[in-house]
């Protein structure tokens, strides 16, 4: 049984900083791509950023230069830096996971961490 926990949301002001983490855990699992999606109140879901097995990375345009995604393969772990955050940031964030299992590509996606910046 896969499955992938968010960490990291919360409340901060305009201009500071927030770290979100996603985790999978499973046993024989090898992950793909990885990233992270957000949508906020009335809005389709968005690509923030995401990352390759082999650490290529893309970014929305509006988080280029403030945002920062990495990942640590050994913890099936991957990271949002977020700086510099705006109050048009404010979302719940998504982790998705493309975890492959027996040759095969499965998509995962986590529950959701809320994210709010405001004064």
């Known amino acids: 049984q896969v499955q992938v926990v968010e960490s990291g949301g919360g409340l901060v002001q305009p201009g500071g900083s927030l770290r979100l983490s996603c985790a999978a855990s499973?046993?024989?699992?090898?992950?793909?791509?990885m990233g992270w999606y957000r949508q906020a109140p009335g809005k389709q879901r968005e690509l923030v950023a995401s990352i390759s097995s082999v650490g290529s990375t893309n970014y929305g345009d509006s988080v280029k230069g403030r945002f920062t995604i990495s990942r640590d393969n050994a913890k099936n772990t991957v990271y949002l830096q977020m700086n510099s955050l705006r109050p048009e940031d404010t979302a719940v964030y998504y982790c998705?996971?493309?975890?492959?299992?027996?040759?095969?590509?499965?998509?995962?996606w986590g529950q959701g961490t809320q994210v709010t910046v405001s004064s």
């Open positions: 998705n996971m493309v975890i492959v299992m027996d040759w095969t590509p499965y998509d995962y």
């Open positions: 499973g046993s024989r699992i090898s992950i793909s791509t």
